[in-house]
């Protein structure tokens, strides 16, 4: 798989995660507004080649929604739908690949963090597209926020500003897709320091989700 260069956001040449963490969680968590000028700018081409090259699954995924009658198809394939066009929104991306970049940075960090089980769970509440990466890499593992957003970073190959970010949007998506006892024993399994990431809103209940 190609790796990513040293963006400064705690990647290494080799694209492996720096073990050592990074003292940022506390300020690189803003509140999520309604408003476009809070969003970030994101453009395709301002990544470098080999980060967009290393998620050959997320493009697949696209390509296989894109391809798909959704009006038609199975609730699984309306709600795989739902859930990217929802991140793409809430985060301003320019396009569903860059959303689905995020998810799978974003679920694939949780799922290491979780016990097997609960990350289980959690899959089973979600399109077998997106749960898949919560059960990629078994956990629990134990790191705290700073190294989760080091995580991130370097598999969506952006800076920890804009992962902080585009990981809040994707857990805000994420609890209004599954049941409320799913998401507690989910918040349950995590330290208080994570509360920064589940602190918005939430935009109501997405569309084929668990009520």
């Known amino acids: 798989m190609p790796s990513c260069v040293d963006h400064g956001d705690g990647s290494s040449e080799n694209g492996e995660i720096e073990q050592q963490s990074?003292?940022?969680?506390?300020?690189?968590?803003?509140?999520?507004?309604?408003?476009?000028?809070?969003?970030p700018t994101l453009h395709r081409d301002s990544r470098p080649e080999p980060c967009r090259a290393a998620f050959p699954l997320a493009r697949a995924v696209h390509q296989r929604v894109r391809a798909s009658a959704i009006h038609k198809g199975e609730e699984g394939e309306m709600k795989l739908q739902e859930f990217v066009d929802q991140v793409q929104d809430r985060a301003y991306f320019e396009s569903p690949e860059d959303a689905m970049k995020a998810i799978e940075a974003t679920l694939t960090t949780l799922g290491e963090r979780l016990s097997p089980g609960e990350a289980h769970s959690l899959a089973e509440q979600l399109p077998p597209e997106l749960g898949q990466y919560l059960e990629q890499s078994p956990g629990p593992q134990s790191f705290d926020l700073d190294d989760f957003l080091t995580r991130v970073s370097v598999r969506e190959g952006t800076d920890i500003t804009e992962a902080a970010i585009h990981a809040r949007v994707v857990l805000d998506v994420l609890r209004d897709s599954v049941s409320p006892a799913i998401m507690g024993r989910l918040r349950h399994q995590l330290t208080r320091q994570f509360d920064?990431?589940?602190?918005?809103p939430g935009r109501g209940h997405v569309p084929g989700g668990h009520r």
Do not use: K
Not at 22 to 39: E, F, K, M, T, Y
Not at 196 to 200: A, V
């Open 22 to 39: 990074v003292p940022v969680a506390s300020r690189l968590i803003p509140d999520v507004g309604p408003r476009r000028a809070q969003g």
């Open 196 to 200: 920064s990431l589940f602190t918005g």
